[in-house]
């Protein structure tokens, strides 16, 4: 989905699922936001008695199950990466290891409609944001002087009106 029209300058605010915050502004519009998310990659070590010596799979996720064909004693562990099944074996209960990778996290891209990357950043998932046009606040918010930087803030109406309702609400009664 693009935003803002041809010559608006364009603010896209941010903010990540650790509560970090960001703001970029490109004077080059319209832009398109694009999110996306990777899971973490583990190592999975576990001893497969069918086969000879320890097994070690990577993958995103795992799920065990009790399989007809594992014999007694035995498990089956499916491995998963980023939810496609990349292993089914069966395995000694007691025997897996995980090695849990590093989270990967949430990314957050600005391009132009033509395709030019204008801004990346990661963080923690999920990532949520909204777009400003012309103003640089985003719609269905006004624009107020600020005496902290940047210089204004950016007011939601919606949520500042049902404040509003709810204080009058309790002076009427």
Known sequence: MSYCQVGEIATVDYTFGDGSKGRF????????VETSSSESSNTYNYYDPNLPGNRTVKGT??????????QQGQTAIKIYNNGELITLSCFLAGSLTTQL???QGCSLKVNTVSGVNLFTVNGKCPVNFTVGCGDNCPEGSHKCTHNKYPGYCCVPCKEVGDRLKNMANKVGR
Not at 61 to 70: A, D, G, K
């Open 101 to 103: 990778g590093e989270i």
């Open 25 to 32: 502004i490109s004077e080059d519009s319209p832009i398109i």
């Open 61 to 70: 996720s795992y799920t065990t199950e009790f399989r007809s064909e594992c």
